[in-house]
């Protein structure tokens, strides 16, 4: 890895500067309410510039000790830095363990005797009802703590992986130990477990439904789909950074959806939505430095510490901002590419090598789908099955001359959409599916947002046009 340029440097050194001019403006602001989402996005600057720096420094003593990895779409096969996810992951849960005091710096400072009255005697009723009969919101901090526990979870798993390898049977449940933090403080402060009911089934189940456990079950399935699915979408250079960031981008956009003067003021989820920001802002940070290095033509590799911090900085927002289903709107390429990857995860129609990349064509210099060729002709209900995809075009397969099914490809979006598309270049490829992303998830907001009046009797979002 090269050291960083004189123009580098200075740029970064530039964004530093006013990032540091930013927060010393929020922190000593005249409101003094800390200005938390000015605050952010300068922790969101400076996160930037710190992966984007150490990314480029570390690439040679993570090879050193052996995280490196070959670029098998390039014609020569180069060698470069691999888990640098890491670096990115460790530089976001920094920034935002210190930015702790900022959304919290008005309940600190200037609501209560924080802020220079602590040598003031208070009367007994004041110290029984609160100072200034203000109470610091413990709950939210809570929230916020349990976040940044189960991110560190997940992140020291992930490191795991990355260090051992550990294979996809075992590795598949890792974030739900990581979720444990996060659902046991949504069950101490907020403890909801009740589900709107659509209109038409209001009748049989009444207006609202109470799942009890199995809500934390449904959360705790969030908490593994949403890492496992960027990671299972992934093998071309920069696929797992621009699907991290299109989402973050268009949970921002629902965010925003709410502190618009548009929406009513103040509104019952405004915190919530607040608190999404406080977490994305710097994801977004790290992930487009990160993504300088690994888009095409890829200097280092992201790793599956990446994919495990990315999906559960989406769960965690989701979950504790009380707006998962949502989420799961804006996951529609990676809920396919799940559902369509299961039966050859399983074993069930072929067997499931350990990478199912698509095949780099050295003499075109193009990606095609890769193909699983079976030690024994399928036959059966399971050929009939792969000729039966093959025809709807969500299959190629190659038969011999007596029918059978001798090769098929693998069962993963990228693939698919090869065998859609035709063959094409590596990052037409990322940047063809991510723009499908934005696609499918804006269309999931206008389906949360607008459609779902067709189902429910009110959104929570009654924007005016």
Request: a neutral charge; one cysteine or more; glycine letters at 8%.
């Amino acid at each position: 890895m090269a050291r960083l340029s004189q123009t580098e440097l200075l740029s970064l050194l530039a964004l530093s500067g006013a990032c540091l001019a930013l927060l010393y403006s929020t922190f000593y602001s005249t409101a003094q309410t800390g200005e938390p989402l000015l605050a952010s996005l300068a922790f969101s600057g400076l996160a930037f510039a710190a992966t984007y720096a150490l990314v480029r420094l570390l690439g040679a003593a993570f090879m050193r000790v052996g995280f490196k990895g070959r670029d098998m779409a390039k014609a020569h096969n180069p060698e470069i830095p691999e888990a640098m996810g890491a670096v990115s992951a460790l530089v976001y849960l920094l920034a935002i363990i210190i930015f702790i005091p900022f959304p919290f710096y008005k309940d600190i400072v200037a609501a209560t005797s924080g802020g220079g009255n602590r040598d003031v005697v208070y009367e007994r009723e004041h110290v029984e009802t609160g100072r200034h009969l203000h109470r610091f919101p413990h709950s939210k901090l809570a929230s916020y703590l349990s976040a940044v526990l189960s991110l560190q979870c997940v992140v020291l798993l992930g490191i795991g992986d990355d260090l051992f390898d550990i294979r996809w049977r075992h590795k598949f449940f890792i974030p739900a130990f990581a979720a444990i933090p996060m659902l046991i403080v949504y069950f101490v402060d907020f403890g909801v477990t009740h589900v709107v009911v659509p209109i038409p089934l209001q009748a049989y189940f009444g207006s609202l439904l109470d799942l009890g456990w199995l809500y934390y079950a449904y959360m705790g399935a969030i908490a593994i789909f949403c890492p496992n699915s960027i990671n299972i979408l992934a093998g071309i250079n920069g696929i797992e950074v621009l699907q991290s960031l299109a989402i973050a981008l268009l949970l921002v956009l629902n965010d925003a959806l709410y502190l618009t003067p548009l929406a009513p003021y103040p509104h019952p989820a405004t915190d919530s939505h607040l608190f999404s920001l406080y977490l994305l802002l710097p994801f977004i940070g790290v992930s487009l430095a990160l993504w300088t290095q690994n888009g095409y033509p890829a200097r280092v590799f992201v790793g599956d510490t990446y994919c495990y911090f990315a999906g559960m900085v989406f769960a965690v927002v989701g979950i504790l901002g009380h707006f998962s289903k949502t989420l799961l709107l804006l996951f529609g390429p990676q809920i396919f590419n799940f559902v369509y990857s299961a039966p050859q995860l399983a074993g069930v129609l072929m067997p499931c090598p350990r990478h199912r990349l698509p095949r780099f064509n050295k003499r075109t210099g193009l990606l095609e789908p890769s193909m699983v060729v079976f030690a024994l002709p399928r036959g059966g209900w399971r050929g009939a099955v792969l000729k039966l995809l093959h025809a709807v075009r969500l299959l190629r397969v190659v038969a011999d001359d007596e029918g059978r099914v001798v090769e098929a490809s693998n069962l993963t979006l990228l693939n698919l959409w090869l065998v859609w598309w035709g063959p094409m270049r590596e990052d037409r490829l990322a940047t063809s599916l991510v723009a499908a992303q934005v696609v499918c998830g804006l269309l999931g907001l206008l389906v949360r947002h607008r459609l779902a009046l067709l189902v429910f009797a009110e959104d929570n979002l009654p924007l005016t046009v």
